[in-house]
């Protein structure tokens, strides 16, 4: 496993994260995890060398870093990095399905939310705390990051950072996020089939020295191979919200992708990853991660053989030409 800084903190991440919503969630395909495999999972990860943990208050009301605490009672805390989000009021209304809860991004809140997770992580401070989907107003609101800066002074957060809405798009918070707060680290959707808005963010983080954490990078099962022309999506599962002409010319992206890859000795899945670890600005990827031997054969892609000048731009360039699509193959732009 490799590392690297997170943004200005001194923070050292692993390259490979561990996206914490899938042991707390059933919205991955539609089935629940068995606590004791998520504990197995979370362990497994730390022996292969993943050291970030990104979860939230929200993934299953808690639930998610209750089991981080129990996977990690007796590990040394300085080897575990714990990013976590806040904002919504999971404590006065409940979640029903995918609907998104009230925000609540104040600095009362922010204070109160960052208590219960420390009790539920066990832990005497976190290493990141980011604004979950915050709105533009959350971005605007000089309170909010007041306190955060404060509360880096008591040592009880490292660093915070912005994690950025449910979908693509995002671009005006995220930009204004990066120039004028002080944030360590920016989440974003970015992968090689949707580079934007995440191109923009990568050519501004050297200036701000904000690491861009990424996820979605295997674009929701397409980059796996787990998605096919003949995928038919669980009602939980949050990937229905994908177009099926999405889908169909997504693969056929995939398949004008596959020389690139041939000439690496990759398959799609590598090329879609070490593209992505080929950005010295990203400083973390969270893979949608399910399963152990899933979790290995990703964490085996930190190797630090990643691509050259020339095949980024090359994929930059196909991705410009929308990956070289017929006109009546793109059904996106009609």
């Known amino acids: 496993m490799k590392y690297r800084k997170l943004g200005k903190s001194d923070i050292r991440v692993s390259e490979i994260g561990f996206g914490a919503w899938t042991i707390a969630l ?7 995890m068995d606590d ?32 981080l605490s129990q996977a990690f009672k007796g590990f040394k805390r300085e080897e575990l990095v714990y990013s976590t989000k806040w904002g919504y009021d999971i404590y006065s209304t409940r979640q029903v399905g995918h609907n ?10 922010l204070r109160f939310a960052l208590q219960m997770s420390m009790e539920r992580l066990e832990a005497q401070y976190i290493d990141v705390y980011s604004l979950h989907n915050p709105k533009m107003a959350a971005i605007q609101d000089n309170s909010i990051y007041q306190s955060l800066d404060s509360l880096v002074l008591d040592g009880k957060i490292r660093s915070y950072g912005v994690a950025l809405g449910p979908a693509i798009g995002w671009m005006e918070e995220g930009l204004l996020a990066m ?23 990568l050519d501004l983080s050297n200036q701000y020295d904000v690491g861009i954490i990424v996820r979605v990078p295997d674009a929701s099962g397409i980059l796996t ?12 599962d949050h990937r229905g919200s994908r177009k099926r002409e999405w889908i169909l ?43 152990i031997s899933e979790l290995e054969k990703i964490v085996g892609l930190s190797d630090g053989n990643y691509l050259d000048e ?19 193959q793109s059904h996106m732009h009609s």
């Open 36 to 67: 004791e495999y998520a504990i197995k999972m979370l362990k497994r990860a730390f022996d292969l060398g993943i050291n970030f943990y990104e979860t939230a208050d929200i993934y299953g009301n808690g639930k998610s870093e209750r089991l």
């Open 249 to 291: 010319e997504a693969l056929q992206k995939v398949e004008n992708m596959r020389d690139i890859a041939k000439s690496k000795g990759w398959n799609i899945t590598e090329l879609a990853f070490k593209f992505i670890l080929s950005r010295k600005e990203i400083s973390v990827i969270l893979p949608t991660l399910l399963d």
């Open 26 to 32: 059933d919205w991955w395909g539609g089935k629940k």
């Open 310 to 328: 020339d095949s980024m731009l090359q994929i930059s360039e196909l991705h410009n030409n929308n990956f070289n699509l017929n006109p009546h």
């Open 225 to 236: 191979g787990k998605v096919s022309a003949d995928t038919t999506f669980d009602k939980n």
């Open 100 to 109: 998104e809860m009230p925000q609540k991004h104040d600095k009362d809140f």
């Open 179 to 201: 120039k004028t707060r002080d944030i360590t680290c920016l989440q974003t959707v970015y992968n090689i089939l949707e580079q934007d808005p995440g191109r923009t963010f």
